[in-house]
């Protein structure tokens, strides 16, 4: 039986890679990936990463008000994010989901959708 997935350590994970050295969320993304950020497509790992090292504010601050998890075939996990991110001292409200494949010990985001 294969192990549970645990989406909290995984969102931590992200989200203090996110608040404290934005470029180390490379390491999670593939030249397959796909992200949807606002309504715009994007895919592979650099042009997702030039679109998150754009996205504006300097200090970040992120709570996970509620999250979800699925498992899926494949090895493969679906991540639902709902929550608040403070951006340079202004909070809002921001939605996130993760289709996640877990290769051994190392997890790679296949699909990203980011809502602010």
């Known amino acids: 039986m294969a192990k549970c997935f645990d989406g909290l350590s995984f969102v931590n994970s992200y989200y203090l890679k996110f608040e404290n050295n934005r470029p180390d969320l490379r390491e999670y993304f593939l030249d397959t990936s796909k992200l949807s950020f606002e309504g715009g497509s994007h895919g592979g790992k650099d042009d997702i990463m030039k679109t998150l090292m754009a996205i504006p504010g300097k200090v970040f601050e992120h709570e ?3 999250l ?3 498992d899926t075939v494949d090895n493969m996990v679906v991540v639902y994010v709902q929550g608040k991110v403070t951006v340079d001292g202004k909070t809002q409200k ?3 989901v993760f289709l996640l494949k877990r290769n051994g010990d190392k ?4 699909e990203l959708i980011l809502r602010l």
């Not at 997890?107 to 296949?110: A, P, T």
């Open 94 to 96: 921001f939605s996130e």
């Open 68 to 70: 979800d998890t699925h």
């Open 107 to 110: 997890v790679n985001i296949l």
């Open 64 to 66: 996970v008000v509620t």
